[in-house]
């Protein structure tokens, strides 16, 4: 008798797929209407186990195991296989797990500098030909120039600064810092002349210690090292804070 109803599958299933020579699952969508042959096929360029070494298992939504699907022949569509199943390949040709994801046992491509510099294609003969960085000499040139001049600067400043000296420190995008000198010179951290200072409040990032070296001493947090440019010395006495008023 007929039901007047039509059941219609979608000729696509979504399933989810595992193999014992790649640690990994992935989720691929196929046809029904393909033979399990010809999956294995699509299989081997995912998996990488030759398809006539393939065993197939098919397990459910919940992965229970539901069979084997061992006959070439037949149809995807005419297993139990719904969207989200597994499908699990058994690689009988000897593979094993994590062969094909182990770079450890790929040989290195290894080119010397001087191959390197004779290729055409590379991003360092494009660099070169366009003069981009550190390949145009002409900027380069004045970058070197302009650093030069600005470690002259700092190196000029920093003679006119003492260990002692009450200071006013004015770093961009920071607020105005008043202290006291306690370290001029240069240290192990960046290259030029650095000046040490202690604050009048906690506004600093350590105790006069960097990198496991002491410059100078103050209390923690109230110590900090600046470049001799954004340092003023003169008359800046120490607020005094009236607790009363707080």
């Given at each position: ?9 979608s000729p696509f299933v979504d399933v989810r797929l595992t193999s014992t020579v790649t640690s990994f699952q992935s989720k691929r969508r196929f ?10 096929v699509n299989l081997e360029m995912i998996v990488g186990a030759p398809p006539s070494f393939m065993d197939l298992e098919l397990f459910s939504v ?35 797990l994590g062969e094909f994801t182990d770079v450890s046992k790929v040989d290195k491509f290894e080119l010397s500098d001087e191959a390197y510099n ?129």
């Amino acid at each position: 008798m007929d039901s007047g109803v039509t059941i219609i599958s979608s000729p696509f299933v979504d399933v989810r797929l595992t193999s014992t020579v790649t640690s990994f699952q992935s989720k691929r969508r196929f046809k029904r209407g393909i033979s399990v042959a010809e999956l294995k096929v699509n299989l081997e360029m995912i998996v990488g186990a030759p398809p006539s070494f393939m065993d197939l298992e098919l397990f459910s939504v919940s992965d229970e195991f539901l069979q084997k699907m061992d006959d070439n022949d037949a149809l995807l569509g005419s297993y139990p296989v719904d969207d989200d199943c597994r499908i699990h390949v058994i690689d009988r040709s000897g593979g094993q797990l994590g062969e094909f994801t182990d770079v450890s046992k790929v040989d290195k491509f290894e080119l010397s500098d001087e191959a390197y510099n004779k290729r055409t294609e590379s991003a360092r003969a494009f660099m070169k030909k366009q003069q981009v960085g550190h390949y145009n000499e002409e900027e380069m040139a004045k970058k070197k120039e302009a650093l030069a001049a600005r470690m002259k600067e700092e190196e000029a400043a920093a003679e006119a600064i003492s260990v002692g000296n009450r200071c006013k420190v004015q770093v961009p995008g920071q607020p105005t810092k008043l202290g006291t000198v306690m370290f001029v010179g240069t240290t192990d951290f960046k290259p030029g002349p650095w000046i040490g200072v202690k604050y009048d409040e906690p506004l600093g990032k350590h105790d006069g210690t960097v990198g496991g070296k002491q410059y100078f001493e103050c209390e923690n947090k109230y110590g900090g090292f600046v470049k001799p440019l954004n340092v003023a010395v003169g008359d800046f006495p120490e607020e005094e804070y009236d607790l009363d008023e707080m």
